[in-house]
């Protein structure tokens, strides 16, 4: 694999696993059947993908999983979502702030994650 593209995908899986685990954490904060539950629930299984593909290309030791092409295309979304966020968000941040940073980080690991799922289908 090409250095630069490791490294990438070091940084997205890095990022992608953090925001993972804030998920994760936050699971139990909302009532069950509420609507930030289903997103949250779409969020966490769309993440997860996205975690599994990029430990799969940089071969890290990962039991092999089947990913049906329904769950690829579902966690499209969820990602899109994500990057549309941050966009908004990053237009309310000063330019090279920290969170104007993270915001950047964040949509650029969905975007290599989005690239591995179109990948796959």
Same mark, same amino acid.
């Not at 949250?40 to 996205?50: D, G, P, Q, V």
């Not at 890290?60 to 092409?69: A, D, M």
């Given at each position: 694999m090409d250095p630069?593209?490791?490294a990438q995908y070091n940084q997205a899986l890095i990022i992608v696993t953090s925001n993972l685990k804030n998920c994760l954490n936050f699971q139990d904060k909302f009532p069950e059947g509420s609507a930030q539950t289903s997103l %949250?629930?779409?969020?966490?299984?769309?993440? @997860?993908?996205?975690q599994i593909l990029l430990k799969q290309n940089l071969d %890290?030791?990962?039991?092999?999983?089947?990913? @049906?092409?329904d769950d690829l295309i579902e966690s499209l979304t969820p990602l899109n979502a994500i990057i549309h966020k941050c966009e908004k968000a990053q237009l309310k941040s000063n330019p090279g702030s920290s969170n104007e940073l993270r915001l950047s980080k964040l949509i650029f690991a969905m975007n290599i994650c989005i690239e591995l799922i179109n990948d796959k289908l």
């Open positions: 630069l593209k490791e %949250l629930r779409n969020r966490i299984k769309a993440l @997860s993908i996205a %890290l030791s990962v039991e092999p999983t089947t990913i @049906s092409k």
